[in-house]
């Protein structure tokens, strides 16, 4: 059974059109501090890809590590995060985020017969693309094309990307029995739904003055339970995890540069100065008010 959840749990990406569901991303991890993105998810597909550096790219409770090259597609509805693990410079890692219906309206045969028994595999999160494979060579091509598509959109573009799409997913249907699949359990199912509950929680009130019981309530667990779910695939408690987010999201406005040190604090959830600057230093290594010099 597919994880699904209430559309409040899912991560809104702003397609550019209805009619053309896909939006491309790219140089997103030169905005985010560590060069890492904390875990979200959203109902549709995901590709990436690692171009200069070595990616820590986080599915579920597994860690899949991406070489420059390599390629990755993210079935919908998971958790999954990114971090770059080396290189001198933040890795551009275009992505793609777009909608089955981007192939065939999802009341057609084709989305019924080879988009859904995809999408609702548990067992299959995450396809990864080696540029060492010579078997993968003809999709990385197509995904690397897709990308000089939607950055430079010059005439019939859309068609061009939708043929590559399809192409990605009649390799993926006509392989499907043996792509490597995980082992998915029903308990392992909802743990990741409950720590969706929690992270959407969090995210939508870190701001706010946040317990750890109002954070395993958000998910109708113990707090011990709760203390489980985040070590097992943050690997951190509930309250490091509400931490390391209030802090992200300070990072984020110290970027913008039009808040007061003390500002920021308070709009992040802390209510001391002084411990946002000696949190936010154990952090990253530096005080908030060094990050100007340090160009942070």
Known sequence: MPIILDYQLREHIPHDTKEFPITYFHDELITLPDWAGPLHWHPDFEIATAECGVLDYQVGGQHIILEAGDSIFVNGNMLHGIKQLSGDVPDPMPNIVFSGTLIAPETSVIYQKHILPIAQCDSLPFVVFRHSNRSHNEIICLIKDIYMKMNEKTPCYELAVQRNINRIFEFISFNFNELPKAEVTRIQINNQIRLQKMLTYIY???????????????????????????????????VEALIQYRLQMAHRLLSERTQTLQQISYACGFNSTNYFSRQFKKRYGYTPSQSDAMGK
């Open 204 to 238: 939508e009130n870190y701001a706010e003055s946040v317990t750890l019981e109002d954070i395993a309530k958000a998910a109708d667990i113990s707090r011990s339970e709760a203390g489980r779910c985040f070590r097992t695939y943050m690997g951190c408690s509930p």
